[in-house]
């Protein structure tokens, strides 16, 4: 479902994307990269889709918000089963 929604200027638009107590993924489209790439930031949401863009497997996947937290896949994913151990006085 797409849901089309007016807007006056850019930061209206991040406002009304970001309330929603979801966040798993978001959808940009524009004909500037620079513009893309700004939105996209501000977004409130764990993927990011520009022009189109499928997913790139093997990257983080999870969502903000009440879309769950943590992460799948790719190194983010790796590091939730990995355990830090610091060691003191060895020389």
Do not use: C
Not at 10 to 18: S, T, V
Not at 30 to 53: D, K, M, Q, W
Not at 62 to 86: C, H, P
């Amino acid at each position: 479902m797409l849901v089309i929604i007016p807007f006056s200027d850019e930061d209206e638009a991040i406002e009304i994307a970001n309330d929603t107590p979801y966040g798993l993924a978001a959808f940009v489209q524009t004909g500037s990269p620079n513009r893309a790439e700004r939105v996209a930031t501000r977004l409130r949401a764990g993927a990011v889709h520009i022009n189109g863009a499928g997913i790139n497997y093997g990257s983080p996947f999870g969502g903000y918000k009440q879309s769950g937290n943590g992460r799948e896949g790719g190194i983010m994913g790796l590091e939730d089963y990995l355990e830090t151990k610091t060691l003191h006085g060895i020389s």
